[in-house]
């Protein structure tokens, strides 16, 4: 019989941190739905402490799944524990996930305190959420960087405190895979009670290898692995729980099970992307455009040949349709419901179906064909249709050797305003404009413009950063005309100003 490998995913939590990312809480349990159906076992729902809006976030997702333990983040305070211990009182299975920094830098530098101390307060707080649930995870912060007979104390420590599982993060995604491999093999055989908890990785990607170390410590002994969809999370990310589900699944002599619907990998992959406008890069593995690729004409004719010789996964394995209907201008209705579906996309209102089907028209006009990034954006686009400031028209004339021209008209809550302005650019005199009816002392931080899929008619999707009375607002805008992408995405900007 096969060892299982619980699957605890925090997208909603660590991976949404990532700036410019943050959802609602519609969004939020529509991501915890999809979540379930493609078989985690965790979800770590927030952090219920730090917002409003993540206690409210708990509460909802804990109503909205079934099955899966629903987790709240905690520091080692009681305060915390009692906020998340409220925030979870709907949810069928519950943990609460309490910790504390364990390294000598942490110890020294965050805490001013010491090992003996961090020791006291890691299981006073593991004793007091033990007292408002039964499942109770402890995390070492920095782990990867705490030296290991210490960590052992800690972790034995804790686990006699009543620690259902206990987490080894590399927060700083420092260790070497065998480092931390060794680390785990180590406290499965130097800690007193490690057969009564669940040793749980939590590996950053800082230098590229928190996948790597993620396995290394599952093959030592570790059987909670920490997740995030697309590997998105602070900094350089997270480990992916594609990578790690695939993994399991093509590396059989590893005798290690998963819970994952290995079919929903694709479009759980579109969805995460989708609504937190974090496009997925090309040759990321397992869910990029070009995982399955293959341009090279000695590969080409491996693959023709037998599939094999050049592919290890089989595109169905992660829901990816090889005979994917190609969306043109002659598509109906029902063939963009059904690809939006397979993407995880559900459109089940009529009417907002028609908007995005109009839009998607208007598109397969300029375009021979419509890419599945194109409809995601369409259909993540509609959400614009709520803000307060929209764009109504946008005119730009430019040329070499002559200034550009732009003239913008702009809808705020039913009035019609209309500017002109001259620039450096086209983006440069469409903003100058925007501008001139947006009276605000403005500051664009970051600009980055990103072609969604191949070829000169194709989408752009443009990424703005803008500072405003000392707060900074990220938004996004898609086109196929790059100028107003850019100009949608200040005014997405805009509209999220406080």
Known sequence: MNDRLFIFDTTLRDGEQVPGCQLNTVEKIQVAKQLEMLGVDVIEAGFPISSPGDYNSVIEISKAVTWPTICALTRAVEKDIDVAAESLQYAKRKRIHTGIGTSDMHIKYKFGSTREEIIERAVAAVKYAKKHVEDVEFYAEDAGRTDNEYLARVIEAVIKAGATVVNIPDTTGYCLPEEYGAKIKYLMEHVDGIDKAIISTHCHNDLGMATANTLTGVINGARQVEV????????????????????MKCHRGLNIDTNINTSKIYSTSR????????????????VGRNAFAHSSGI?????????????IINPKDIGLDDNSIVLTARSGRAALKYRLEVLGVKMDD?????KVYQKFLAMADRKKEVHDEDILTLAGADQ?????VKLDFLQVTTGMGVRSVASIGLDISGQKFEAAATGNGPVDAAIKALKKIILKQMTLKEFTIQAISKGSDDMGKVHMQVEYDGGLYYGFGANTDIVTASVEAYIDCINKFK
Do not use: C, F, W
Request: charged letters at 20%; glycine letters at 8%.
């Open 228 to 247: 995030t969809i697309n590997g998105i999370g602070e900094r350089a990310g997270n480990t992916s729980l594609e990578e790690i589900a695939m993994i």
């Open 271 to 286: 969805m995460v992307s989708g609504l937190m406008n974090m496009p997925v890069q090309p040759n990321k593995a397992i």
């Open 299 to 311: 590969h080409q004719d491996g693959v023709l040949k037998n599939v094999q010789t050049y592919e």
């Open 350 to 354: 009529e009417k907002k179906l028609d």
């Open 384 to 388: 614009s249709e709520s803000h307060a």
